[in-house]
């Protein structure tokens, strides 16, 4: 059988749709990003995101049809992710996806956008099962075995902030554009990404995250390096490059360190094949050169997804509604966001 799917993504601050075929693989994959919408605010405001997506949501599917060079009519199928993410923008793709799907006689699939991560790292490379794959964005961090397409179980997750979140909470804290992740490597860069402030590396013997620990633990280095005061949360090295330089490297070298100390711990445990590095936190550049580093060493293939396909988009939730197809894993119409 032969499917054409039309991905939906609306569960964060990008409206994104994309094209997969059976026969060519992904035809198109357009985006509208907020990202300059909630910069103002430092992160993402759930009303603004949810009201962007109203307007770009039919603009964007439009695109994604057009550079396919298909109508909605050859479509076989809508996927559309239903969970997890921001009320408000879940209930964007997904009512749109129901409508188009119902009024033109279409089937519906829901994707969990997690599973889309997992996944994005296949839509370019074929991964050898079972892979380990570390899945790290900014609401998300967490690791799993992959045993099929589908098939996946969770092994660790971050029990507070996310890897990303703690980028951009650690940039806000140093008054530095949101989002963090993008200028922490830029400054980590700068200074050779050394470790200055040995920041600590929580949870060492568990399979669990706790990124809040960390961000906290660089506010109190930054308190007592006289660079930031609580009272009035301001920091107070504005001019001080240096410093800025210095934080960013020890805490992107103090993610990197984390991220390997859990991948030994699951290939201790489990034989697997691959490693896949997925979510936004792989475009940096630095963490997917240690990973692809650690791998080697390992004597495990690695794998991660070109930029466009890490960060949130359409792309991957169309991988997903593909394989489901081809399982005739349909969802009926009472699907409602998680
Ligand atoms: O996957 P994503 O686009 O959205 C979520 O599902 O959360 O990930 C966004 C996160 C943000 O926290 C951002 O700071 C981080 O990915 N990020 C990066 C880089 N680019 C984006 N983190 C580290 N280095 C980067 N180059
Ligand atoms: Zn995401």
């Not at 967490?142 to 092994?155: C, F, P, Q």
């Not at 930031?228 to 992107?252: G, P």
């Not at 930029?307 to 005739?328: E, L, R, S, W």
Request: one cysteine or more; aromatic letters at 10%; glycine letters at 8%.
């Amino acid at each position: 059988m032969n499917y054409t799917i039309l991905g939906i993504e609306s569960s964060c601050d990008e409206t994104a749709a994309a094209v997969f075929s059976t026969n060519k693989g992904i035809l198109s994959n357009e985006l509208f990003s907020q990202t300059a919408l909630h910069a103002r605010f430092g992160g993402v405001v759930p009303e603004v995101a949810s009201r962007s997506h109203l307007e770009k949501i039919r603009p964007i599917v439009t695109a994604a049809l057009y550079k396919a060079q298909i109508e909605l009519g050859d479509l076989d199928a809508l996927a559309v992710t239903y969970t997890p993410g921001l009320p408000g923008s879940l209930l964007v793709g997904l009512s749109f996806a129901k409508a188009v799907a119902y009024a033109l006689d279409k089937k519906l699939i829901g994707v969990n956008h997690l599973e889309g991560h997992i996944f994005s790292a296949c839509i370019e490379h074929t991964i050898p099962f079972p892979f380990v794959c570390i899945t790290a964005s900014g609401g998300h961090t967490a690791l799993y075995i992959v045993e099929d397409y589908g098939r996946y179980t969770l092994l660790g997750q971050t029990l507070d902030d996310a890897a990303g979140e703690a980028f951009d909470k650690v940039a806000k804290l140093m008054h530095l554009p949101y989002p963090g992740g993008p200028v922490i490597e830029k400054l980590a860069a700068e200074v050779g990404f050394q470790d200055f402030f040995e920041y600590p590396r929580s949870t060492p013997h568990s399979l669990n995250f706790s990124f809040s620990g960390l961000k906290t633990a660089v506010l109190y280095d930054l308190v007592k390096r006289e660079a930031y005061a609580m009272e009035s949360k301001t920091f107070l090295k504005e001019d001080d490059l240096l410093l800025k330089q210095q934080v960013a490297s020890s805490l992107l070298v103090c993610v990197g360190d984390i991220f390997e100390q859990k991948l030994a711990l699951v290939l201790k445990e489990y034989p697997v094949q691959a490693i896949a590095f997925v979510g936004g936190v792989a475009c940096n550049k630095y963490l997917r050169a240690r990973l692809m580093n650690f791998s080697e060493h390992h004597k495990k293939a690695f794998f991660t997804p070109s930029p466009a396909y890490c960060t949130d988009n359409g792309a991957m939730i169309a991988f997903v509604g593909h394989y489901k197809a081809m399982k005739q894993e349909w969802s009926d119409f009472s699907l409602d966001i998680r």
